[in-house]
């Protein structure tokens, strides 16, 4: 053992030491403290001696170190002891160390005590704690599943909503891979692949990214997710989190959508083809109807004493050829209609007198006595041949549903800047249910109905007064009859 100088080496490492030490009497009052315990707690040693060491210390640790220091004194023992000491700034400064006591002849003469300064350890701790309380929240509570898993595909992290979602529970799932759980078999290969070029190469074709995937429930049921994957490297190798939620809901949403569109799509195609046909089929039939007429037309004329019989024939071919033209003119008209040719040539009409003549002219071929009880001045601008095949199509609609009745009611009258037609009948009338699909073409309230006819007539002239800037509509009540409507713009008005 080397001759040393006992006070001066233990003065010189009571000096130097970084430990914070101190020396206390019995009732604590402080002896000495050592530079390092004077500079911590930023106080010069006449600052502190002869004040006692509980002016010193946090209220907080106050009654644990005076236990502790009892328990020291009484008991000859050294206790590790964790207290707070204040500066003189009032900062905290967390010591951990030893207490013990000094006695002659079994008496306590004073405490020393030497603690580490574990401040800044236990601040990095707490920190840690707290954001690892804070990440605990967020992935207990959060929206989406959080999975973490590290490059062996084992699965470390599984929070509630991941539970929630696949059906697996923490137990369950923990310790097992990826691929053995929630990869649907078929990309389980390529996942196995891609992990393995990802460590290779440090590549991942879905690495930060997001997308729509397909999963596999613990239930056996694969559904979507849209899944993102971010990656760290940590001390033990490579770890992977993927936050996901469950979008199957959206996915079927979308799936319904896309097929819905497609329908549309092909019922839109089959609705082109059928007007093509249409359109093909009305010109095609025209030539030999037209024929038809001409040489029905040419026979009456060319032969003046035909027998009855047969000139009576040839005049209903000549009518059933003009109702043919008829039909073909309203097929023709519908798909002018569907593509936007149905083109107007309009001028001013004084609807006074044009309502009348018109209805002079259809008087022609209806039994029923069309009355004109109400008819306004009014200028309006109109196709006056498309207008005339509306108020034709309306009145011979009246007549043709009203078997057995004897009368039409026509009225004309303005409101509001507005020329209204109305056309009355007293027949079979229009159920509600049956009201608003009217003016859809082709419809037909009864279509095995003794009533011929296409069901285009309405549709095509409420495309005609829509053209022209106007409504129409119908009242009716089933059984009593009906009134159809339709309004035009006021050009001028006349009083
Ligand atoms: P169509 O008379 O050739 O069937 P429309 O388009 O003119 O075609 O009429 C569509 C349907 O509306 C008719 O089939 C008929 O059921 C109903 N309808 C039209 N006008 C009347 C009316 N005045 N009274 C009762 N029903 C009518």
Redesign the pocket.
């Known amino acids: 053992m080397p001759d040393l100088n006992f006070d001066n080496h233990f003065r010189d490492l009571f000096e130097n030491t970084h430990d914070l030490i101190y020396f206390l009497k019995i009732d604590g009052e402080i002896e000495l403290a050592n530079p390092a315990w004077l500079h911590t707690l930023k106080y010069q040693l006449a600052d502190v001696v002869g004040k006692n060491i509980y002016d010193f210390i946090h209220p907080d640790y106050k009654e644990k170190y005076r236990k502790n220091r009892a328990d020291v004194i009484e008991n000859n023992k050294v206790k590790s002891v964790e207290v707070a000491f204040v500066t003189s700034d009032n900062e905290l400064v967390i010591g951990e160390g030893q207490v013990g006591c000094s006695y002659i002849d079994g008496e306590p003469q004073y405490t020393r005590c030497v603690f580490k300064n574990t401040t800044e350890n236990q601040r990095s701790e707490k920190m840690v704690r707290e954001s690892e309380k804070r990440l605990k929240v967020f992935l207990t509570r959060g929206p989406d599943a959080v999975i973490i898993i590290n490059e062996y595909q084992e699965i470390l992290e599984w929070n509630p909503k991941a539970e929630e979602i696949f059906g697996f529970s923490q137990e369950e799932i923990s310790g097992k891979t990826l691929t053995e759980t929630i990869i649907p078999p078929q990309y389980r290969e390529a996942h196995l692949k891609g992990m393995q070029h990802f460590l290779k190469t440090g590549n991942g074709p879905i690495l930060n990214k997001t997308v729509d995937i397909t999963a596999l429930h613990k239930n056996g049921n694969e559904f979507y997710i849209n899944l993102s994957i971010s990656n760290v490297k940590m001390d033990e190798g490579w770890l992977f989190i993927a936050f996901l939620s469950d979008i199957s809901e959206r996915k079927k949403t979308e799936e319904a959508l896309i097929k819905k569109e497609a329908e549309l799509m092909q019922s839109k195609i089959l609705e082109e083809e059928k007007d093509q046909f249409i359109s093909i089929a009305s010109h095609e039939l025209r030539t030999p109807i037209t024929t038809i007429k001409a040489y029905t037309q040419l026979t009456l004329e060319m032969f003046d004493n035909l027998p009855s019989d047969l000139q009576n024939n040839l005049i209903k071919i000549d009518h059933y050829t003009d109702k043919l033209n008829v039909l073909l003119n309203e097929l023709l008209d519908v798909s002018k209609i569907n593509l936007g040719k149905l083109n107007l040539t309009k001028s001013e009409i004084n609807f006074h007198t044009f309502l009348p003549e018109t209805l002079n002219s259809i008087q022609q071929i209806v039994k029923h006595q069309i009355i004109l009880e109400e008819n306004t001045e009014a200028i309006i601008i109109a196709d006056p041949i498309r207008l005339e095949q509306v108020i034709t ?1 309306l009145v011979s ?2 007549a ?3 078997p057995g009745k004897d009368r039409i009611i026509v009225r004309s009258y303005k409101e509001k800047n507005q020329l209204i037609c109305s056309f009355t ?1 007293f ?4 159920a509600p249910d049956n009201i608003n699909k ?1 003016f859809k073409r082709f ?4 279509q095995s ?1 003794k ?1 011929s ?7 095509v002239s409420r495309e005609i007064i829509k053209q022209h800037g106007g409504k129409m509509w119908v009242e ?1 009540i089933e059984g009593e009859g ?1 009134t ?1 409507y339709f309004s035009l713009p006021l050009q001028k008005v006349s009083t």
């Open positions: 199509n609609n009246s043709k549903y009203s009948d027949g079979i009338g229009i009217l419809y037909r309230v009864d109905s009533f006819g296409f069901g285009i007539g309405l549709y009716s009906s159809f």
